[in-house]
């Protein structure tokens, strides 16, 4: 039996990158998927093509967005009367160095990445609580746990995650719902794609595994923390990182 037959899991950010590598890994293991875009309906479009199974479905959805956030879980709750699992992925970088970052470049990453999180937790949660069930990954990064120059705001908005995860993680597990996350290192993805050979170069460098990972390693970590297999699991942080950082 696939381990998450006939669970029902939101990702949010779920039209590329690691979130559609997330997306395609649970839809695989027998999952019912709600996943999110933000601007590009199309992208979202040709990820649900690929979808084994039946019963998946995508919104638009700006997480950062209180009331976007209320009518996303209003319409998912009329196709679904319980909620297995939440895999918060949605997020954006504004690199720059401190001194040269705009404080509305900073704001619109911690909205995003952090509020966000915020917001969909709260608002599904409360729907685990009360079946006394329930998963909950959140993706942060490995730059939340080491830093990087050109990206304050994004480290400030993963670390925060972070904390936070291990806050709800005590208050909602007497309610048999567990709080995760999963941080990626280097992972494959449209970003680096673009990159030089002489930046992945130095990239690898430090990387033990001297190897940039690809989303299925970030999306079987997810699989694991979203199954029973990890049912006593809660507030920890797994690192997808190729050993870059070692907690």
């Known amino acids: 039996m696939k381990s998450l037959q006939g669970k029902k899991i939101i990702v949010t950010g779920g039209s590329r990158g690691i979130g559609a590598s997330i997306v395609k890994t649970l839809a695989?293991?027998?999952?019912?998927?709600c996943f999110t875009y933000s601007s590009r309906e199309e992208a979202a479009a040709e990820v649900a093509k690929t979808l084994p199974g039946e019963g998946h479905f995508y919104l638009k959805l700006d997480v950062a967005s209180e009331e976007s956030v209320t009518q996303a879980?209003?319409?998912?709750?009329?196709?679904?009367?319980?909620?297995?699992?939440?895999?918060?992925?949605a997020g954006i970088t504004k690199d720059q160095l401190l001194l040269r970052m705009k404080a509305e470049d900073f704001d619109a990453v911690m909205n995003t990445n952090l509020r966000g999180t915020f917001l969909m937790t709260k608002a599904l949660s409360k729907i685990m609580m009360k079946?006394?069930?329930?998963?909950?990954?959140?993706?942060?990064?490995?730059?939340?746990?080491?830093?990087?120059?050109?990206?304050?705001?994004?480290?400030?908005?993963?670390?925060?995650?972070?904390?936070?995860?291990?806050s709800v993680a005590l208050e909602l597990a007497s309610r048999n719902v567990r709080v995760n996350c999963v941080a990626p290192g280097f992972i494959a993805t449209e970003m680096t794609h673009v990159l030089n050979e002489d930046?992945?170069?130095?990239?690898?460098?430090?990387?033990?595994?001297?190897?940039?990972g690809e989303g299925v390693d970030v999306a079987n970590a997810?699989?694991?923390?979203?199954?029973?297999?990890?049912?006593?699991?809660?507030?920890?942080?797994?690192?997808?990182?190729g050993g870059m950082f070692m907690s």
């Open 131 to 166: 079946a006394r069930k329930g998963s909950i990954v959140n993706i942060t990064s490995v730059i939340g746990q080491t830093g990087n120059a050109g990206q304050a705001n994004y480290a400030a908005s993963k670390a925060g995650t972070e904390a936070f995860s291990k």
């Open 222 to 241: 997810v699989k694991f923390l979203l199954s029973e297999e990890s049912k006593y699991i809660t507030g920890h942080t797994i690192n997808v990182n």
């Open 199 to 212: 930046v992945k170069g130095k990239i690898l460098t430090k990387i033990p595994m001297s190897a940039i």
């Open 28 to 33: 695989e293991e027998g999952a019912q998927v």
């Open 73 to 89: 879980v209003d319409q998912i709750s009329t196709k679904w009367s319980e909620i297995d699992g939440l895999v918060n992925n």
